[in-house]
Structures are given as C-alpha cells and as structure tokens.
C-alpha cells in the first residue's frame, strides 16, 4: 500500500503559543501536499535548557496547547498526525518527554515516553543530563495503523539498536525518529546511525528534527530525512531553519528488504566469554 508520509523541520523557542502557531502552518503545508501521515520534531512545543523556564510554561496533557492544536488539527485536516515530542508535566513534579499519534478525526491514538536519556558531556563544553529534568519511559509503543505498523524512538534512543530491532520483531514497518540532535552530534552520526537502524531492521525511517540556532542559544542540527528498508536516503532537508519533506513510500518494501536480507530471523543466542592471559610460563585453556 503505498502512502505519502512528510516529516517537518522545526526552529522551536521557548515560546509554546509561538511554536503551535509554526507547527500548524508546516503541518497544513505539508497535508497540501498531500501527506496522510505527518511527522514534527522532538519538543515542538519548547526547545528551552533553562529549568525554571521550561517549568514555568509546562502543563499537563490534558492542559498542553501543543497536544489540543495537534488533535484540532489532525481533524481539520484528516491525517494521522505525529508530535515528535513536547515537554509534559507529570504529578511528581518531573517532566515527561512524551511523543503524541493523533487520528484523522483528532482523537489520540497513543503516547510515548523516550526512553534513553541523553546524560553526556560533549567535547566542546556542552553537557547535558535529560535525567535530571526528565522522567525516563519504560514501554516500547507500536502503533498498527491502515497503511504501516508505526514503532516509536526518540532523537537519544537511536543509538540503542535493541529497541528498534524489538520494535521491528513486533512488526513494525516504519519507526519514527524525530530529535533535536546537537549540532557536534549531529555532524558526526546523525545519518550513518538513522541508515544504520533502517538496513539493520528493514524498516522505513521518518526522522523529523529541530534546527538551527534556538532562542536558549541552543544550535540543534537539523537535516531531516526519509530513509527506505534498503538504507537509501528519499527525502532530506538542510540543516538551518524550518522544511517540509515528503516521500511517496510502499511498506511491500519491507518485506522486500527482509527476504533478501533475513538477519531477523537469523539471529542467534550467544554468550560472551572472557578469555584470561596465562600468567608468565603458563598456557591459556
């Protein structure tokens, strides 16, 4: 079944009334265009570093702007409609960095909470504890929708393969990635690691990301892309400043990318033996 997918590149700041206003015009933009499935990036509603300023503009779900503009217009518009991700508060006074699937007629299909979080200190200076501000997930999410079975991952967690190859196991044929990866990170594995998790699982890859440089003075690196079962890139976006892309893709390519390549099915259990150095004289077992 083939269906046109569109991941959109976002310059989020602080401001969420602001960044619903931006996510809106790019999300009719690319429904112009004619995509059934639609994609933003990781926190639509605030790319904000500063605790006491991203506290002061949280709500809960049931409060949060970006959550009811994404549902109204998921509805007026008749797509399946992705936020990437956007900042939550949740009762214990910690923040969920929660992914939202809306339906054509705006009710929400489900929910997803990052798992991996993005505790590193970079080599230019930057340093980042996600824990110390988040509360981490614990449940893999795969959506089954008319078109695809949708997994859920989360800018961080593209570097843990276990989650993706259990998704793709699951069955699912496209997994979302949407981030605000670091620029020094992004230059470095953004594409090769997407590329990667596509050939290892045979599974689409829709990866809508933030870019550029952020009114916290966060630069975020952009580049959006589409990647297919086989690893080849479909649709990418540059590195500054807000896109639409689009793809026009067929999930009988999964299938495709599994019976030539079956690694899923070939994998084995194995166990990892430490081999000791004899000591002087002596011979190794």
């Not at 054509?104 to 505790?119: A, L, Q, T, V």
């Not at 200076?125 to 988040?134: C, I, P, Q």
């Not at 440089?213 to 589409?226: K, L």
Request: proline share 3%; aromatic share 6%.
């Amino acid at each position: 079944m083939s269906v046109k997918i569109a991941a959109v590149q976002m310059c989020s700041g602080t401001d969420p009334k602001a960044n619903a206003e931006a996510m809106a015009r790019l999300v009719r933009m690319a429904a112009a265009q004619g995509a059934t499935y639609v994609q933003t990036p990781e926190m639509t509603g605030a790319v904000q570093k500063d605790r006491a300023g991203l506290k002061a503009v949280l709500k809960d779900e049931t409060a949060d702007l970006i959550v009811k503009t994404a549902s109204d217009l998921a509805a007026e518009l008749g797509i399946y409609l992705h936020v990437g991700s956007t900042a939550i508060a949740l009762a214990d006074g910690k923040v969920a960095n929660r992914g939202f699937l809306f339906a054509p007629n705006g009710e929400r299909i489900c929910s997803y909470d990052k798992i991996h979080m993005f505790d590193v200190d970079l080599d230019n200076g930057e340093s980042w504890r996600e824990s110390a501000v988040y509360s981490a997930g614990s449940v893999a999410k795969l959506a089954d929708l008319p078109f695809a079975k949708l997994g859920f991952a989360i800018c961080y967690d593209v570097r843990f393969p276990e989650l993706f190859k259990a998704e793709a196991q699951a069955g699912a044929q496209i997994i979302s990635v949407p981030a605000a990866f670091t620029r020094q990170t992004g230059e470095a594995h953004w594409e090769t690691l997407l590329r990667a998790r596509a050939i290892e699982n045979g599974v689409f890859i829709i990866a809508a990301a933030q870019a550029g440089v952020h009114q916290d003075g966060r630069e975020t690196f952009g580049h959006s892309i589409i990647i297919d079962p086989w690893g080849r890139v479909l649709s990418a976006a540059g590195g500054t400043g807000e896109a639409v892309i689009t793809a026009e893709i067929d999930v009988g390519a999964v299938k495709a990318a599994h019976d030539r390549i079956p690694n899923l099915k070939n994998g084995r259990a194995f166990t990892v033996e430490e081999i000791s150095l004899p000591a002087k004289g002596g011979v190794a077992a």
